[in-house]
């Protein structure tokens, strides 16, 4: 049957046919797999035109992708990889629900584009074992203080672990989220190490709850697949293992995330404080929770014992009551100077 359609019709013109009689789906599920794959191709070939003019053109303009956006050809390995996402889930989408008459297939299909394409985003995240409409949890939003800015980042990071896209050369998508939080923000006086430190911040927060932690970050990150490295050849014939790229002094960096550890600590400390909490049982939380954990990629470069903040030592300097005193006189004085010690 499938040979006989081809000579008379193309595979396009017969998925018109079929769904301008109301009968696409039905045919469609009771098609052998020869036949069902031909109508598949054809209902590619009708969607997809109207999946990049409606969908990932919009799309490419809203993320500053203005290559992408002039043409199929134009697209970006990951956002082709998203363009044909989408229109697998429209496809498939068609040839489930079009068991009524359709008269104006391309219309019809305009229509339903929002939903497929959401629908298919969530059913890929669910594969990946990651929410399908990430959510930040009221205890999650607690313990970063409703700060408005670490909530949105909170959800970026549920939102990025359940979707395919990498970053070459670390695992999250730094420049983008720190060109939000100046958006947010409206603080331009950032960069990406205090975005990484705030990440590691969120990531410490939601580490409170394990079980949760394991099920929407640990799990559907770990089916993220690793960026591909470029070897590069050596004289001998071999291959150098990549130079790692320092764009700044490593005390830089080491000041760098102190200071946004500072920072953020003092802000909890402060609003804690104007709760009506106890100093001293405020300062040895706050600097057992924001010190005694560094970013995990903070010591990946760095010798054994070479950490800018060891968590014995915080922990040992908050168990010594003397120094607690005297750390806790001098964040009496900040807070009533009002004068943090931050980079902003």
Not at 152 to 181: F, H
Not at 233 to 247: C, I, M, Q, T
Not at 307 to 335: H, K, N, S, W
Request: one cysteine or more; hydrophobic letters at 40%; a neutral charge.
């Amino acid at each position: 049957m499938a040979g006989t359609r081809k000579q008379q019709h193309s595979a396009a013109d017969t998925v018109r046919e079929l769904a301008r009689q109301g009968l696409l789906a039905r045919h469609f599920r009771e098609a052998s797999v020869e036949e069902g794959r031909w109508l598949r191709a054809g209902a590619v070939e009708i969607v997809w035109p109207l999946v990049y003019l409606r969908v990932t053109r919009p799309v490419e303009h809203r993320r500053g992708h203005h290559h992408c956006a002039g043409g199929l050809h134009r697209l970006e390995p990951d956002c082709l990889d998203r363009f044909h996402d989408d229109v697998e889930a429209v496809v498939d989408d068609l040839l489930v629900r079009a068991d009524r008459p359709i008269t104006n297939l391309e219309g019809w299909l305009t229509v339903q584009l929002p939903r497929a394409t959401v629908d298919g985003h969530r059913r890929r995240r669910g594969r990946r074992g990651a929410a399908q409409r990430p959510r930040v949890p009221n205890w999650l939003a607690d313990a970063l203080e409703r700060d408005t800015w670490l909530v949105e980042l909170a959800k970026s990071v549920l939102d990025w672990v359940g979707v395919e896209a990498t970053v070459s050369g670390g695992l999250w998508p730094l420049t983008a989220w720190t060109e939000r939080r100046i958006v947010v923000t409206g603080d331009h006086t950032v960069g990406e190490a205090v975005v990484a430190a705030e990440v590691e911040l969120v990531l410490t927060a939601m580490r409170r709850r394990t079980p949760w932690y394991e099920r929407n970050v640990e799990r559907p990150l770990g089916h993220k697949q690793a960026p591909v490295h470029s070897p590069v050849g050596d004289p001998s014939g071999g291959y150098a293992e990549p130079e790692p790229l320092a764009l700044v002094p490593r005390h830089e960096v080491d000041d760098t995330l102190l200071l946004a550890l500072a920072d953020r600590a003092i802000t909890l400390m402060e609003r804690r404080v104007a709760a009506g909490e106890e100093i001293h049982k405020v300062v040895a939380d706050v600097l057992g929770v924001v010190f005694g954990t560094l970013p995990a990629s903070s010591d990946l470069d760095r010798e054994p014992g070479h950490d800018p903040v060891d968590a014995e030592q915080v922990a040992a300097l908050v168990g010594d009551p003397a120094r607690l005193a005297r750390i806790v006189a001098t964040v009496v004085e900040l807070l009533g100077r009002r004068n943090r010690p931050s980079g902003r």
